[in-house]
């Protein structure tokens, strides 16, 4: 698979999903983890905070 699912999965766990591919953006969802911190090139990164409130609410915070 080249890395195709593995890379689906982690961008998934994050709650990250790219519904056009055309297109560079991305569609936040509820990701499956508490807490993540991406490194990125250029010496930034991408914080994750998920906080589940309730069935219908939840917070996610992403800072790039």
Same mark, same amino acid.
């Given at each position: 698979?080249?890395?195709?699912?593995?890379?689906?999965?982690?961008?998934? *766990?994050?709650?990250?999903?790219? @519904?056009?591919?055309?297109?560079?953006? =991305? &569609?936040?969802? %509820?990701?499956?983890? *508490?807490?993540?911190?991406?490194? @990125?090139?250029?010496?930034?990164?991408? =914080? &994750?905070?998920? %906080?589940?409130?309730?069935?219908?609410?939840?917070?996610?915070?992403?800072?790039?």
């Amino acid at each position: 698979d080249n890395g195709e699912m593995a890379s689906w999965y982690v961008m998934s *766990a994050l709650g990250l999903f790219q @519904l056009n591919f055309a297109a560079d953006e =991305l &569609v936040v969802g %509820s990701p499956s983890v *508490a807490h993540a911190r991406v490194a @990125l090139p250029g010496g930034r990164e991408l =914080l &994750v905070l998920y %906080s589940f409130i309730s069935r219908e609410a939840f917070l996610v915070i992403i800072r790039n």
